[in-house]
């Protein structure tokens, strides 16, 4: 007698998982937050606070003393006091301080992932697998850079410049600060470091590793607050060297304020990176290498990828599978282990996002949404693509920092290298062929800092990082990296 086979029923759909959140315990957060100056936390002499925010559901996660010019001007004291202590210790001293950071950021990476995301917006499975782990590598990469430095190719007796001022962005607020830190630690200088408004905790927070660690007294200063304190600590005249991450135009103010002086300065700016596919890519990986460059982060990335260009005789099936696989990603909680997509960063930039994509629209270009579910509380985007865009568009041209592809196309390769090259801005730039020879014969005329082939959005604190153009000047990361901290 024949029996029937049970019915399973209908396969889940790929987007159909139970909820992984990753729980808040993993950190404790404090109800108010001051300033870290001279290895101690202090009010801002003006008794000013700010309140930092959860961009996934607008709850106020602290209260943070807000530093102004009289807070410069004591931080970079402490700095200045420090450093001839700092600077004579052997290298190998100073390399000791960096790996027991390292390894403590790495014991701390459960707490600091979770605080980064609660404070950024961002997925906690890139805050864990992505971010953090990169903080701990730069920290150890330094430390063995520092009893070196006489070997780094910069003259045999390179010497610290003094005491560093630093400004970072608030898309990769503990990374950013790993980046510029970890080298000036490691070449002898002292700093002062100034996080973004909206994401002051991941930097609070390494100021008590700093503690922890046993870092001495007035090394590392943690300056909470607005644009004012940036521009403060700019113009120090103890300053000796500025490094800002952030955007174009208060890059060139900077640019601005310390020209005339002996500051040595290092600015990573904005970007319109291209994403160039060729007509024998793989489109599966491709497609994914995409989703990677303009979707990682929520677009809020200064290298993504958010020029795709498509040669166009692929252009149609390229666009299918980018589609196909943008309804497949998911976003929502950014403390869910599953969510691709989290919050953006701030309501400012969610006004910006949404200005610059209805001009678009208005523009003629043709949009595209990913259909999914948004938060009714938080600042959230869906996943936009936008076709039939020209380079007069103003979605090909300004940065947009958000999650949103603009898709033009191409014939030759010729074409392709001018239309990436049509930008004011110079920071990165990927390639898709699976020919090695178009790869290197196209990369070597993109006027970019970083071209990656047949992948996007890979950084090692082995490789230097840095634009041309609009997208400033200086390298950070790798033996490139320490030259901006050294007198050479």
Avoid at 22 to 34: F, I, K, T
Avoid at 179 to 191: D, E, H, M, R, S
Avoid at 282 to 292: L, M
Avoid at 376 to 403: K, L
């Amino acid at each position: 007698m024949a029996h029937e086979t049970p019915s399973a029923g209908p396969a889940p759909a790929f987007t159909d998982y139970a909820p992984a959140p990753e729980s808040r315990a993993a950190v404790e957060l404090a109800s108010s937050y001051g300033l870290f100056i001279d290895g101690e936390f202090t009010d801002a002499a003006s008794g000013k606070v700010f309140k930092t925010v959860s961009p996934a559901t607008e709850e106020v996660l602290s209260e943070v003393a807000q530093a102004g010019e009289e807070d410069v001007v004591r931080a970079v004291a402490a700095a200045r006091r420090a450093f001839p202590g700092w600077a004579a210790l052997p290298g190998a001293e100073r390399a000791k301080y960096l790996f027991r950071i390292a390894r403590i950021v790495q014991e701390r990476a459960r707490e600091l992932a979770v605080l980064e995301t609660l404070d950024n917006g961002k997925p906690i499975k890139e805050t864990r697998d992505t971010d953090i782990p990169l903080v701990a590598a730069h920290f150890f990469y330094y430390a063995g850079w520092a009893d070196k430095l006489e070997h780094a190719g910069f003259g045999p007796a390179p010497k610290p410049l003094g005491v560093a001022g630093q400004v970072i962005p608030w898309n990769f607020p503990l990374l950013m600060l790993a980046w510029k830190i970890a080298p000036a630690l490691a070449a002898g200088n002292t700093v002062v470091l100034k996080p973004a408004e909206t994401t002051p905790l991941s930097a609070l927070f390494f100021a008590d590793i700093c503690r922890q660690a046993g870092l001495p007294k007035g090394v590392v200063n943690i300056l909470p607050g607005y644009g004012d304190a940036g521009a403060a600590l700019v113009a120090h005249p103890d300053v000796n060297k500025v490094a800002f991450t952030g955007s174009t135009a208060v890059g060139k103010q900077i640019a601005r304020t310390v020209a005339g002086s002996a500051k040595r300065v290092t600015l990573e700016l904005g970007g319109k990176g291209a994403n160039i596919v060729f007509d024998d890519a793989p489109v599966e990986q491709a497609v994914e290498g995409i989703v990677t460059g303009i979707f990682f982060n929520q677009g809020q990335v200064c290298c993504a990828g958010s020029r795709l260009l498509v040669q166009e005789s692929v252009h149609d099936e390229v666009v299918d599978a980018l589609k196909r696989r943008l309804t497949t990603l998911r976003v929502g909680d950014p403390l869910d282990k599953n969510t691709d997509l989290g919050a953006i960063n701030s309501a400012e930039q969610l006004d910006r996002i949404t200005r610059l994509t209805g001009q678009g629209e208005a523009e003629g270009a043709e949009r595209w949404s990913a259909p999914c579910e948004l938060p009714g509380s938080g600042y959230w985007f869906a996943p936009t693509v936008f076709t039939n865009v020209t380079q007069a568009h103003t979605v090909a041209r300004e940065e947009i920092f958000g999650p949103v592809l603009s898709v033009l196309t191409f014939r030759t390769p010729a074409e392709a290298v001018a239309k990436a090259n049509n930008t004011p801005y110079g920071l990165s730039a990927g390639i898709w062929s699976e020919k090695g020879s178009r790869i290197l014969a196209v990369a070597e005329k993109l006027r970019a800092g970083v071209v990656w082939a047949n992948t996007f959005n890979k950084f090692d604190p082995t490789s230097p990082f840095g634009g041309y153009k609009e997208s400033g000047y200086g390298r950070e990361g790798g033996r490139h990296g320490l030259e901006a901290y050294l007198d050479v």
